[in-house]
T-cell receptor
Framework: DAGVIQSPRHEVTEMGQEVTLRCKPISGHNSLFWYRQTMMRGLELLIYFNNNVPIDDSGMPEDRFSAKMPNASFSTLKIQPSEPRDSAVYFC?????????????FGPGTRLTVT | DQQVKQNSPSLSVQEGRISILNCDYTNSMFDYFLWYKKYPAEGPTFLISISSIKDKNEDGRFTVFLNKSAKHLSLHIVPSQPGDSAVYFCALSPLGNEKLTFGTGTRLTIIP
């Protein structure tokens, strides 16, 4: 069984450039989450979708960040324009929402470096 | 304002002994509690969970304890094995909400 797939695994870009991170959730899962991990703030939720609809984007740091989920098997997180402080590891996770359980399954992450 | 704290950034335990990882929280609305393990360059891996209606859940070598009155969660690993060396995160979600709030993590090192 394939887990959550993220691409690219590593991204190095210059300040001001657009960055697009991609995620394929586990087949059959109906919720998708984008997280960011930094030394200063730890692992924080940016946005999550349920049945392809954004439910909570309160963690998105600013308007430079946007996320889409056009279908059940694909999501993107876009940063435009990127800044050095966006350097972090970005994780995508998915889950099958069943009453009373909240297990999320994480992808391997994308390490973003903005110079 | 950190709602979820793991006060020990690191812990070293001899192989075969018990590892105890702790997590404290402030918000009484948290209803479901999970532990994740993370190896370098990988995403967090779900380990074990417990709902607020229970005070203990066991899965093999892993047991999670919940003390709601003290707002305290712990993970016991016994016996500890070298492959358990990783960073462990507690993660909490409120009733009726899928959002997880993660702790800061504890790096566990098992000494052979």
């Amino acid at each position: 069984d394939a887990g959550v797939i993220q691409s690219p695994r590593h991204e190095v870009t210059e300040m001001g450039q657009e960055v697009t991170l991609r995620c394929k959730p586990i087949s059959g899962h109906n919720s998708l989450f984008w997280y960011r991990q930094t030394m200063m703030r730890g692992l924080e939720l940016l946005i999550y979708f349920n049945n392809n609809v954004p439910i909570d984007d309160s963690g998105m740091p600013e308007d430079r960040f946007s996320a889409k989920m056009p279908n059940a098997s694909f999501s993107t997180l876009k940063i435009q324009p990127s800044e050095p402080r966006d350097s972090a590891v970005y994780f995508c996770a998915s889950s099958f929402t069943v009453r009373g359980t909240h297990e999320q399954y994480f992808g391997p992450g994308t390490r973003l470096t903005v110079t | 304002d950190q709602q979820v704290k793991q006060n020990s950034p690191s812990l070293s335990v001899q192989e075969g002994r018990i590892s105890i990882l702790n997590c404290d929280y402030t918000n009484s609305m948290f209803d479901y509690f999970l532990w994740y393990k993370k190896y370098p360059a990988e995403g967090p891996t779900f380990l074990i969970s417990i709902s607020s209606i229970k005070d203990k859940n066991e899965d093999g070598r892993f047991t999670v304890f919940l003390n709601k009155s003290a707002k305290h969660l712990s993970l016991h690993i016994v016996p500890s094995q070298p492959g358990d060396s990783a960073v462990y995160f507690c993660a909490l979600s409120p009733l009726g909400n899928e959002k997880l709030t993660f702790g800061t993590g504890t790096r566990l090192t098992i000494i052979p």
